[in-house]
């Protein structure tokens, strides 16, 4: 016996980063409400999707039961959105439907839209007739109501307040627009119109001094989807989500030795480090960490392997000043493409999104090598720092799908001791362990290096000094 699967179709909510979170979009014909609070967002969403129907062919049409028309037009001009240009073009329709009183100490409420028939009374069913009104008028395949709250606000119990959304959503569904439902909700609470609609989408400003601001798919009948809570921004061109980055499977690529550039380094390892693997450099502040990072991506542009670097704690500027020393031109390797420096303060970042940057620079310009200098920053900008060791993960699998090597550097506090291990659990996701640390020898402070883990190798396990000198790292025991 034969099972029947029907495909459902889909329209694009024109959301850079949530389609794909959807199997493509939002379902066709049904009905979505957008939850929120306050600033989160829920306007601009709405209104980012009837413009992506425009520029597919699908006129759309906004009932605003808040705002006034002209304050909406004037607020997404700065989008590049030319919404009066589009309404004289018929295809977007704004309407006023925000219900008023007739006067002042009656418990009645009229819409403030003239009709053959005058002012009606307020109700779902006089809405709905507005709504397929204009809807017939301008053959709209989009809908977005803003914001259904209003009702209530209304002087009705809650069982009339429930039956006119129940009415208003089920008349809805017949038009076989895909429609949006605006809504304002408080955190861990649920409405009446949640459980009615077909899906739900959650939109928060978290009340925390960085303002994220966050959305999560609640549920979307007919569609597998994530539960994550997904970062956003409000940017020029209007809001962008930021997916997780999911570890990507490994692909059976052939593997071949990435020199270091460091002579004694790699004869530690046993010849080099493998191409896609990841490696860690541990070690406290000043001992050698970003200039070895920085000699293994210098060493690869040098032999044609594009390499890209992320930073967090440096400036690029700064950056570029402290490796002159060195006698290596970064800005040089720049302008011929063989190097691409990225920076993200960490009271400002977004990892998912550095995430997804990251992604798409390795499938745009097909780096071989990557530096991350300064993972011991990025719980700063970690909702839930726990996580940390998943986001590493994701990134090692993102290079090594890619055959890019990576070297990962992270801080620790111990300054002068014995070799220890890293204190973000890291080593145990990485392929390599490079530990760097400063110790007392024959009364001098010397710096050494061991490792403790290189996959794959016949590793040399001795603790050897190395020196930091104008053309970089060189290893002095043997």
Same mark, same amino acid.
């Given at each position: 016996?034969? +099972?029947?699967? %029907?495909?459902?179709?889909?329209?694009?909510?024109?959301?850079?980063?949530?389609?794909?979170?959807?199997?493509?979009?939002?379902?066709?014909?049904?009905?979505?409400?957008?939850?929120?609070?306050?600033?989160?967002?829920?306007?601009?969403?709405?209104?980012?999707?009837?413009?992506?129907?425009?520029?597919?062919?699908?006129?759309?049409?906004?009932?605003?039961?808040?705002?006034?028309?002209?304050?909406?037009?004037?607020?997404?001009?700065?989008?590049?959105?030319?919404?009066?240009?589009?309404?004289?073009?018929?295809?977007?329709?704004?309407?006023?439907?925000?219900? %008023?009183?007739?006067?002042?100490?009656?418990?009645?409420?009229?819409?403030?839209?003239?009709?053959?028939?005058?002012?009606?009374?307020?109700?779902?069913?006089?809405?709905?007739?507005?709504?397929?009104?204009?809807?017939?008028?301008?053959?709209?395949?989009?809908?977005?109501?803003?914001?259904?709250?209003?009702?209530?606000?209304?002087?009705?119990?809650?069982?009339?307040?429930?039956?006119?959304?129940?009415?208003?959503?089920?008349?809805?569904?017949?038009?076989? +627009?895909?429609?949006?439902? *605006? $809504?304002?909700?408080?955190?861990?609470?649920?409405?009446?119109?949640?459980?009615?609609?077909?899906?739900?989408?959650?939109?928060?400003?978290?009340?925390?001094?960085?303002?994220?601001?966050?959305?999560?798919?609640?549920?979307?009948?007919?569609?597998?989807?994530?539960?994550? @809570?997904?970062?956003?921004?409000?940017?020029?061109?209007?809001?962008?989500?930021?997916?997780?980055?999911?570890?990507?499977?490994?692909?059976?690529?052939?593997?071949?030795?990435?020199?270091?550039?460091?002579?004694?380094?790699?004869?530690?390892?046993?010849?080099?480090?493998?191409?896609?693997?990841?490696? @860690?450099?541990? $070690?406290?502040?000043?001992?050698?960490?970003?200039?070895?990072?920085?000699?293994?991506?210098?060493?690869?542009?040098?032999?044609?392997?594009?390499? &890209?670097?992320?930073?967090?704690?440096?400036?690029?500027?700064?950056?570029?000043?402290?490796?002159?020393?060195?006698?290596?031109?970064?800005?040089?390797?720049?302008?011929?493409?063989? &190097?691409?420096?990225?920076?993200?303060?960490?009271?400002?970042?977004?990892?998912?999104?550095?995430?997804?940057?990251?992604?798409?620079?390795?499938?745009?310009?097909?780096?071989?090598?990557?530096?991350?200098?300064?993972?011991?920053?990025?719980?700063?900008?970690?909702?839930?720092?726990?996580?940390?060791?998943?986001?590493?993960?994701?990134? +090692?699998?993102?290079?090594?799908?890619?055959?890019?090597?990576?070297?990962?550097?992270?801080?620790?506090?111990?300054?002068?001791?014995?070799?220890?291990?890293?204190?973000?659990?890291?080593?145990?996701?990485?392929?390599?362990? *490079?530990? &760097?640390?400063?110790?007392?020898?024959?009364?001098?402070?010397?710096?050494?290096?061991?490792?403790?883990?290189?996959?794959?190798?016949?590793?040399?396990?001795?603790?050897?000094?190395?020196?930091?000198?104008?053309?970089?790292?060189?290893?002095?025991?043997?």
């Amino acid at each position: 016996m034969h +099972c029947l699967v %029907v495909t459902m179709e889909r329209v694009a909510s024109g959301i850079p980063g949530l389609d794909e979170l959807m199997e493509g979009g939002f379902p066709k014909g049904r009905i979505t409400l957008l939850s929120g609070t306050p600033g989160s967002g829920k306007t601009t969403l709405g209104m980012q999707f009837l413009v992506e129907g425009i520029k597919l062919g699908e006129n759309g049409l906004l009932v605003t039961l808040a705002e006034f028309p002209e304050d909406i037009i004037l607020n997404m001009s700065k989008f590049g959105w030319n919404l009066e240009k589009l309404m004289k073009e018929n295809k977007i329709k704004i309407i006023n439907a925000a219900p %008023v009183s007739v006067e002042e100490g009656r418990d009645e409420y009229i819409l403030p839209i003239f009709t053959p028939v005058g002012r009606p009374k307020f109700s779902a069913t006089m809405l709905l007739e507005i709504i397929k009104k204009y809807v017939e008028q301008i053959d709209a395949k989009r809908v977005v109501i803003d914001s259904i709250t209003y009702f209530e606000l209304l002087p009705k119990s809650e069982m009339k307040i429930r039956q006119s959304i129940h009415e208003l959503i089920a008349g809805l569904a017949n038009l076989k +627009c895909t429609t949006l439902l *605006i $809504g304002e909700s408080k955190i861990g609470e649920y409405t009446h119109e949640e459980y009615l609609a077909h899906g739900v989408l959650e939109l928060q400003l978290s009340p925390n001094a960085r303002d994220v601001r966050k959305m999560r798919i609640v549920k979307m009948r007919g569609t597998k989807h994530p539960l994550d @809570v997904l970062p956003f921004k409000i940017t020029n061109n209007g809001i962008k989500v930021f997916p997780k980055l999911r570890a990507e499977p490994t692909k059976d690529l052939p593997r071949k030795r990435v020199k270091s550039g460091i002579e004694g380094l790699d004869r530690m390892l046993g010849g080099g480090f493998w191409s896609g693997y990841s490696a @860690v450099v541990t $070690g406290p502040t000043g001992v050698g960490k970003t200039v070895l990072g920085l000699q293994f991506i210098v060493t690869g542009a040098m032999n044609n392997e594009p390499g &890209l670097i992320v930073i967090f704690e440096e400036t690029p500027n700064k950056l570029l000043k402290n490796v002159s020393g060195f006698g290596w031109n970064l800005e040089e390797l720049e302008k011929k493409g063989l &190097l691409k420096i990225l920076y993200s303060s960490p009271t400002d970042l977004c990892i998912e999104e550095l995430a997804l940057k990251i992604k798409e620079i390795a499938e745009a310009t097909g780096i071989k090598r990557v530096l991350i200098d300064g993972l011991t920053g990025l719980p700063l900008a970690l909702q839930d720092p726990d996580k940390l060791k998943d986001y590493i993960h994701s990134l +090692c699998m993102l290079f090594e799908s890619h055959n890019i090597t990576s070297i990962f550097t992270i801080d620790t506090p111990q300054i002068i001791g014995p070799i220890g291990t890293t204190d973000v659990g890291a080593s145990i996701i990485v392929d390599a362990v *490079i530990l &760097l640390r400063f110790a007392e020898i024959e009364s001098k402070i010397k710096r050494v290096m061991a490792i403790p883990k290189m996959k794959g190798s016949n590793y040399d396990t001795e603790v050897r000094e190395f020196e930091i000198t104008p053309k970089g790292i060189i290893v002095t025991s043997s």
